[in-house]
């Protein structure tokens, strides 16, 4: 596997479940990110994560709960989430914040 | 004022044409600067970065204006593969790790 891996593709869930996305990065990267793409509006940055440690919280519903347990791997935890957090939710690596930025293919999250 | 913005679009490109379009940036402490592009349904894929000095990538050709805080893109002899979003990407913080997209602007290539 190469590159950025994010699972699953697409995932449809109730609004009392819960769920998790799974994130996997084999570039050696330090640094990773969630950002949610919603229907026209740009992308949005939700948490970074350096060295596992978290450095931004941007202003993000306690019903997203990131968990980084090592540099290579991410997760967003979902629970009672709203019809209108349906959206693109996008992985991404990098080294040290510079370059460009490598994204995986995104899980496509409909909450119904 | 949005952080980073962009025209829509989408701007209708006959194939062998050339087509340029901005992004302006509010943040005046920004560091780095990049064009993605995403095809419909895809994840977003660096096209090039954006230095000071203006630089070019075949086709295409990137800007940087600190002073009135745009940077630009043009792409040369458009082909239909070039269709896509294009996302001005803007970073800034302590460790340059904040990313902040436009909304993208979307270019169409026709035969």
């Known amino acids: 596997e190469t590159g950025v891996t994010q699972t699953p593709r697409h995932l449809v869930m109730g609004m009392t479940n819960k769920k998790s996305l799974k994130c996997e990065q084999h570039?050696?990267?330090?640094?990773m990110y969630w950002y949610k793409q919603s229907a026209k509006k740009p992308l949005e940055l939700m948490f970074v994560?350096?060295?596992?440690?978290?450095?931004e919280n941007n202003s993000v519903p306690s019903r997203f709960s990131p968990e980084c347990p090592n540099s290579s791997h991410l997760f967003l935890h979902l629970h009672t989430l709203q019809p209108e957090d349906s959206a693109l939710y996008l992985c991404?690596?990098?080294?040290?914040?510079?370059?460009?930025?490598?994204f995986g293919s995104g899980t496509r999250l409909t909450v119904v | 004022r949005k952080e980073v913005e962009q025209d829509p679009g989408p701007f209708n490109v006959p194939e062998g044409a050339t087509v340029a379009f901005n992004c302006t940036y509010s943040?005046?402490?920004?560091?780095?600067f990049f064009w993605y592009r995403q095809d419909c349904r895809k994840e977003p894929k660096l096209l090039m970065s954006?230095?000071?000095s203006g630089n070019e990538d075949g086709r295409f050709t990137a800007q940087l204006n600190r002073a009135s805080q745009y940077i630009s893109l043009l792409i040369r002899d458009s082909k239909l593969s070039d269709s896509a979003t294009y996302l001005c990407?803007?970073?800034?913080?302590?460790?340059?790790?904040?990313?902040?997209f436009g909304g993208g602007t979307r270019v169409l290539v026709k035969p």
């Open positions: 943040n005046s402490a920004s560091q780095s």
């Open positions: 570039l050696g990267h330090n640094a």
């Open positions: 994560y350096n060295f596992k440690e978290q450095t």
């Open positions: 991404a690596s990098s080294q040290d914040g510079t370059g460009g930025y490598t």
């Open positions: 954006v230095y000071s």
């Open positions: 990407v803007v970073t800034f913080g302590a460790a340059g790790n904040k990313l902040t």
